[in-house]
């Protein structure tokens, strides 16, 4: 059974920087075509925020966090991870890490198989 296990948020000053990481287990094989992260704030809809092809380490991002966060993976450790630089108060939100078994449009949910529980990520003014 696949599991996906997110790490790395807390609590952070605006301007400040928090890396999550998403450790990938449960599979054989251990090849994913696509993982990214989600992102979901209080009273609002699930957003994409950042993906990775896992062969070609192509990435794609939102335009929120474009310039700011960087997607990053480690093959050898089936991880994926999100450096989170110069934050805002409206980065605040549960972040979610999601693994696809097939490539499809990077930003939609639907391409997703996989979730993890989530990791809170709160920025103070």
Not at 3 to 29: F, H, I, K, P, Y
Not at 48 to 65: E, N, P, Q
């Amino acid at each position: 059974q696949v599991q996906l296990a997110e790490s790395g948020g807390g609590l952070v000053q605006a301007g400040g920087s928090l890396r999550l990481s998403c450790a990938a287990s449960g599979r054989t094989d251990s090849v994913y075509a696509m993982m990214g992260w989600f992102r979901q704030a209080p009273g609002k809809e699930r957003e994409f925020v950042a993906a990775i092809l896992w062969r070609f380490g192509s990435t794609y991002y939102s335009d929120s966090v474009k310039g700011r966060f960087t997607i990053s993976r480690d093959n050898a450790r089936n991880t994926v991870y999100l450096q989170m630089n110069s934050l805002k108060p409206e980065d605040t939100a549960v972040y979610y890490c999601a693994a696809a078994d097939y490539s499809g449009p990077y930003n939609s949910e639907r391409t997703y198989n996989y979730w993890g529980q989530g990791t809170q990520v709160a920025v103070s003014s």
